[in-house]
Every structure is written in structure tokens, then in C-alpha cells.
């Protein structure tokens, strides 16, 4: 863990901290918590608020009158969707930004990392997943470390203008330049946060194969859930016309990990995707 707690050491002046919502998130796992206490928390952070409520009145999460306190959310909607809502609204703040160094242009960061937790969730739903909250956030948040290895990788880039080889993937190119990769860096960045092991080992092991961590169902979900949104090419909102033929994407990718009743549904997991993507999508812009 040297190599990435030299990119994470002064990671406070690079990426917020998003206290307010890791707190949230630590009082919706505790069975005692007060609502009121916790509203109160939220209340704490105006842009939270305002993008927990936006939230919270999409299509997505189906209420019919509109909910117009943070106390709301809470009594209607119930803890492990103030969970989701409130990691949600967290994250946007902190991926939104350009990384030049992997060519992602303001908001795309943002809105791979979306896609990539909403189809999640779908995954974890037909799969029986026993912790869905902590499957859509370790999606969220899988790349995270892209937003602190941007400077580093420019950096060595410009040092290297030259580099004499190519390169099978992203993360060997890393290892080569910076001796980490992203999921490393995100993984170590997340336990210095304080969450708990099954979010943060889908994020360090989302690009790994042949280990034993790759076979626990959380991290099959997440590296499936980030490989399927890649290759659809998901990069803003959905096109209205936007097809997927799932017959051909099966017949070209025979080497997917295998999660629980995905193949024979993945007809229906991905037209549920795209709905329920382009509801929250558009709110979260
Ligand atoms: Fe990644
Ligand atoms: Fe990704």
C-alpha cells in the first residue's frame, strides 16, 4: 500500500471529502439512529440537500406527491434508499470534473460511474445480491481513482513522451508509469474514508482476474456491470432511438464473469437499465 498512500497523502486538497454524506451513510447502517438527527445532518450541506431531493422526487424512486424535506425522504422512502441517495448525490460533486490524462471530458467521468451503478443494482436484483446498497455504491465510486492518478499520469506522460511499448490495458499502462493503477489508489482511498470491506474490495479488484477476490458476487457485479456499460459506450444520456442487440453482444463476449441469473435475463436487466438511467440521469446533470 506505499505506492498509492503517496497519491492519496494530500488527497483533502484534491478531492472534498464528502463528510457529510460518509457520516449519513454511517448513521444509515446504525439500527438506533434518530430521524430527526439525521435530517439534521443532511440539512447541514445545501448542495446534499437540494441533489437528495431531486433525487428523491425522480420517477425513478416512483412517489406520487412530492416530497419536499430531507425528514420526508427518510419516512417514505426508508434507510437503504436515503443510503443510495445520499452516496449518489455525494459523488456527482466529485466526478464531475475533467480527467485529461484518460481523455474525459467534464461530466463523463460522472456519467460512466452512474450508468455503471444503476445496471449494477439491476445485476445485484436478479442475482439475489445479500447487499445491494453496497454493490450500487462501490459502482459508483469504482474509478474513483482516476480522479486522483489524472495529475500523476500527466505528469509522467509529460516526462515521457516516448514510451517504446504498447500497452494491453489501462491499468498495465499505469502500473508501468506510476507502479499503481486506479482501482488500487480508489481502494486505498475509500478505506482511508472508513467504508467497509464490501464496497472497497469491488473498487481495488474491478480490473483483476484469477484471484480470490475476483469470485465474490459484489465484485463480479461491478467489474460486469463497468465492462457492459464500456461496451454499449455510454458517455451522457442515452439517444432516444438507442438500440442494444443482447444476442450479439453474448456471442461476441464469451468470457464474462458469471453472476447468478444474468445471462438468460439480460434481455430484461438491460431495458431496465436504460429506463431507469435516463430518469435519474437527467436529474443529476
Ligand atoms: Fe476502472
Ligand atoms: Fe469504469
Redesign the pocket.
Known amino acids: 500500500m506505499e505506492t498509492e498512500n503517496k497519491y492519496i497523502k494530500d488527497v483533502d486538497r484534491l478531492v472534498p471529502r464528502p463528510d457529510i454524506a460518509l457520516e449519513v451513510l454511517q448513521m444509515a447502517y446504525d439500527n438506533q439512529v434518530s430521524i430527526p438527527a439525521m435530517a439534521n445532518k443532511i440539512e447541514m450541506d445545501p448542495n446534499l440537500t437540494a441533489n437528495m431531493l431531486r433525487l428523491a422526487n425522480s420517477a425513478y424512486f416512483g412517489h406520487m406527491r412530492e416530497i419536499t424535506s430531507i425528514k420526508d425522504i427518510i419516512i417514505r422512502l426508508g434507510l437503504e434508499t436515503v443510503k443510495i441517495i445520499a452516496i449518489t448525490g455525494a459523488s456527482a460533486g466529485l466526478m464531475r470534473s475533467p480527467q485529461q490524462a484518460y481523455n474525459l471530458e467534464p461530466g463523463t467521468l460522472w456519467h460512466h460511474s452512474h450508468a455503471t451503478a444503476v445496471l449494477s443494482s439491476v445485476i445485484a436484483k436478479y442475482a439475489k445480491a445479500e447487499e445491494p446498497g453496497a454493490v450500487y455504491t462501490a459502482s459508483l465510486l469504482?474509478?474513483i481513482g482516476k480522479v486522483i492518478l489524472n495529475r500523476p499520469l500527466q505528469i509522467a506522460f509529460s516526462n515521457n513522451k516516448n514510451l517504446g511499448r504498447k500497452f494491453n490495458s489501462l491499468i498495465e499502462l499505469e502500473q508501468f508509469l506510476l507502479q499503481t493503477d486506479?482501482?488500487r489508489v480508489g481502494m486505498a482511498l475509500l478505506q482511508k474514508w472508513g467504508l467497509p470491506d464490501n464496497i472497497t474490495i469491488p473498487v481495488g479488484f474491478?480490473?483483476r482476474q484469477n484471484c480470490p477476490e475476483a469470485e465474490q458476487l459484489n465484485v463480479k457485479i461491478v467489474s460486469l456491470s463497468?465492462f457492459l456499460v464500456e461496451s454499449i459506450g455510454i458517455r451522457s444520456v442515452l439517444p432516444e432511438n438507442f438500440t442494444f442487440n443482447v444476442q450479439d453482444f453474448i456471442d461476441q463476449n464469451q468470457q464474462l464473469p458469471d453472476v447468478p441469473n444474468f445471462q438468460e435475463n439480460m434481455e430484461r436487466i438491460i431495458d431496465e437499465f436504460f429506463y431507469q438511467f435516463n430518469e435519474t440521469a437527467k436529474l443529476s446533470n
Open positions: 469504482h474509478d486506479h482501482a474491478h480490473h463497468n
